[in-house]
């Protein structure tokens, strides 16, 4: 599958919005996405085949933080197994070493476990348990990968 990453644009949002409704609950609104494609400290990309866009992953490198926080990673249903996941973790985590920082974290639904198990392949390891993390009451787990 031929599938490049590039910044995330504006005109992207229609359907970065539709890929969020695939989410249980906590969902990326509209304003919200605004607003993270224009912050300094947030680095939102997005994965696409030809003019569609199959995925998106918003890092956050924050001023006061030695670790990077990957606040959302979303592939189309119908493109997961492909990799694509897999590549925009990738692209984040190159972000977050070039910015010089200790690893990176983030936080996943425990009923999630096709992501518990991405994660897991790629050496993110359980930090902390998020009891009632999510809108809808779920549990959260905390993952961390340092770097070195």
Known sequence: MNVSLREARQADRPALLALEQ????????????????????????????????????????????????????????????????????ADAENAARAAGLLGVSLEVRADNLAARRLYARLGYRRFADLPAYYDDGAPGIRLRKPFA
Do not use: E
């Open 22 to 89: 695939g989410f249980v609950s906590d969902r990326m609104s509209a304003r919200a996405m605004r607003y993270l494609m224009t912050a300094p400290s947030c680095r939102f990309q997005v994965a696409c085949q030809d003019a569609q866009i199959l995925g998106a992953s918003v890092l956050l490198l924050r001023r006061n933080s030695r670790w990077a926080r990957l606040y959302s990673l979303v592939v189309d249903p119908r493109a997961r197994g492909q990799g694509i996941g897999q590549r925009l973790i």
